[in-house]
Nanobody
């Protein structure tokens, strides 16, 4: 069955970096665009980033642009989110999701049948 498992979350100080990963199984990972989302305490789900099947095109939410970098290694069925200069407002549970269709121009896929359970990222304030 389709599985998406996030890992690498943790507790960091402001200004530090962290890399989280999303490992996929049960489907042809390289055939699907992917998204990262996050949900802060008491808030709704927020789109963070998107990446095309081959990784050649990426998009970011404005508040993370220049600080976060999404990438993927299709040989390892894994997508990454490298986060730099982390801020307390980045504190959230981070989820990866498989796009049901290709990556749209704005990077946010409208349909996600599958999503992982999330990994907690906490930036101390």
């Amino acid at each position: 069955q389709v599985q998406l498992v996030e890992s690498g979350g943790g507790l960091v100080q402001p200004g530090e970096s962290l890399r989280i990963a999303c490992t996929a199984s049960g489907f042809a990972f390289g055939h699907y665009a992917m998204n990262w989302f996050r949900q802060a305490p008491g808030k709704g789900l927020e789109w963070v980033s998107g990446i095309t099947t081959g990784g050649g095109r990426t998009k970011y939410e404005d508040s993370v642009k220049g600080r976060f970098t999404v990438s993927r290694d299709n040989t390892k069925n894994t997508m990454y989110l490298q986060m730099a200069d982390l801020k307390p407002k980045d504190t959230a549970v981070y989820f990866c999701a498989r796009c049901d269709r290709g990556l749209p121009v704005n990077g946010r896929c409208s349909d996600h049948t599958y999503r992982g359970q999330g990994t907690q990222v906490t930036v101390l304030s």
